[in-house]
């Protein structure tokens, strides 16, 4: 029997995804969800590292970096598969940039040039992910999706998306729920 979802709004939640994944792309994957309503849900993977860094994405995008980045070893990550052309970048500060959506708790996501341009001088906000594309799902499929039991979800909060080291952020979410990692294992047991 399924589980209902009446109401409900993942909106600020982590989905985990399940060891067993159908969809590569999702495999041990974190995805921060910024937007859920009744016409679907917004999310981005903050734990899939593409072979991408940030300052060879500047340098693509013709923005002169002006000033020490503050993470200049930080890799972009793989957002999700829809509009991989797409940039995102999910920060603490608000700001002042053209198209910031705060999402919860002083966490945002800013889809907008400028705040690229503010970081590369320097001026952007202290803590930031940049990715390419987004997960989406249409009315219900993530309802779905968790009910059939893809993903599992935790709370947000500042420290999992930002401070918690990337190749850490899977098991720290399964953590969070009092989990131990282990028992999501995707291998059969033998004695």
Same mark, same amino acid.
Do not use: M, T
């Given at each position: 029997m399924l589980m209902t979802f009446e109401n409900a709004n993942f909106t600020h939640q982590c989905l985990i995804a399940m060891p067993l994944m159908a969809d590569p792309r999702f495999a041990h994957t974190l995805t921060y $969800? $910024?937007?859920? *309503?009744?016409?679907g849900a917004v999310g981005i993977v903050v734990n899939k590292p593409m072979e991408l860094p940030l300052t060879r994405l500047l340098a693509e995008i013709s923005t002169p970096v002006t000033a020490p980045l503050r993470h200049p070893?930080?890799?972009v990550l793989f957002g999700g598969p829809v509009s991989p052309q797409m940039g995102f970048v999910l920060h603490r500060q608000?700001? *002042? +940039? @053209?198209t910031t959506m705060p999402v919860a708790d002083g966490i945002c996501v800013t889809s907008s040039r400028d705040i690229l341009d503010a970081i590369a001088q320097g001026e952007g906000p202290d *803590? &930031? $992910?940049v990715?390419?594309? &987004?997960a989406g799902w249409s009315a219900?499929?993530?309802?779905?999706? $968790?009910?059939? @039991?893809? +993903?599992?979800t935790c709370p947000a909060d500042s420290q999992l998306l930002f401070d918690v080291p990337l190749d850490e952020r899977w098991q720290a979410g399964i953590k969070r729920l009092g989990i131990d990692p282990s028992f999501l294992s995707n291998d059969a047991g033998h004695a």
């Open positions: $969800i $910024i937007k859920h *309503d009744e016409e070893q930080q890799p608000r700001g *002042d +940039w @053209n *803590d &930031y $992910i990715a390419l594309g &987004y219900g499929q993530l309802e779905q999706e $968790i009910a059939e @039991n893809a +993903w599992l």
